[in-house]
């Protein structure tokens, strides 16, 4: 049975606005999924970080850090023995180690 004019217009616009609403709750439902949520909130800063981080928990430091405490201070040992890594006027030689090992991760 063939629709009328009046009818096949009304058949269309509901399900244009059918489609509508469907993408729109869909790209919703996308958004939420990918709200951010800040994750470093510390106000510390240079060696009050690092202090706070090698007196923490251990899994944090690794996390930060990608070694473990033990690791990190041999290296640091190491590198300094080698004459390598220094401290500088404001920034520590396990600083730097750590700035460095936090940004290459």
Known sequence: MPLD??????????????????VYASMLAYVSCFEKVTQHTSILRGQQWLDK????????????????????NRLSEVLQDDGRLKDTQ????????AIFLHFVH
């Open 5 to 22: 004019d009046d009818t096949r217009r009304h058949v269309v616009l509901l399900v244009g606005a059918t489609v509508i609403i469907v």
């Open 90 to 97: 404001y920034v520590t030689a396990q600083e730097q180690l």
């Open 53 to 72: 981080l090698c007196k923490g928990h251990p899994g944090r430091f690794k996390n930060e850090i990608r070694m473990s405490k033990y690791i990190f």
